[in-house]
Nanobody
Framework: QVQLVESGGGLVQPGGSLRLSCAAS????????MGWYRQAPGKQRELVAT???????NYADSVKGRFTISRDNAKNTVYLQMNSLKPEDTAVYYC???????????????WGQGTQVTVSS
C-alpha cells in the first residue's frame, strides 16, 4: 500500500527550529514533485514549499529565508527545515507528492496524514 508518513512536528518556542520529514513507501516507480502545505485553524490549506525531482524549489513568501525544503530521492523522502519559527507558523503540516506507480499510467497525487506544529512560548 502506497503511503506518505510524516514525522517531526511538535511544540517549539518562537525563534526555534524544527525539521519535518515525509517518507513515501510502497510500490512506487518514481516520484515527481514533492511539497509541504499547511492549514491553520479556520484557514484554508496553503502551499509552504515544493521541490521538483531535479531539485528546483519554490517557497511561499511568508517562509522565504526561514524554511528550506530538500529531498533524498534514494530514500523517497522530503524534508522541511524550519528556522526562526513564529507563532503564525502554527498549523498542521501536510506532505504531498506526485507518484508514478508501476503498471498504472499517469501521476497520482498523494497526501500524508499531517503533523502538528505549534509555535508558542
Amino acid at each position: 500500500q502506497v503511503q506518505l508518513v510524516e514525522s517531526g512536528g511538535g511544540l517549539v518556542q518562537p525563534g526555534g527550529s524544527l525539521r519535518l520529514s515525509c517518507a513515501a513507501s510502497g510500490s512506487i516507480f518514481s516520484i515527481n514533485a514533492m511539497g509541504w502545505y499547511r492549514q491553520a485553524p479556520g484557514k484554508q490549506r496553503e502551499l509552504v514549499a515544493t521541490i521538483t525531482s531535479g531539485g528546483n524549489t519554490n517557497y511561499a513568501d511568508s517562509v522565504k529565508g526561514r524554511f528550506t525544503i530538500s529531498r533524498d530521492n534514494a530514500k523517497n523522502t522530503v524534508y522541511l527545515q524550519m528556522n526562526s519559527l513564529k507563532p503564525e507558523d502554527t498549523a498542521v503540516y501536510y506532505c504531498n507528492a506526485g507518484l508514478i506507480l508501476p503498471i498504472l499510467p499517469g501521476e497520482y497525487d498523494y497526501w500524508g496524514q499531517g503533523t502538528q506544529v505549534t509555535v508558542s512560548s
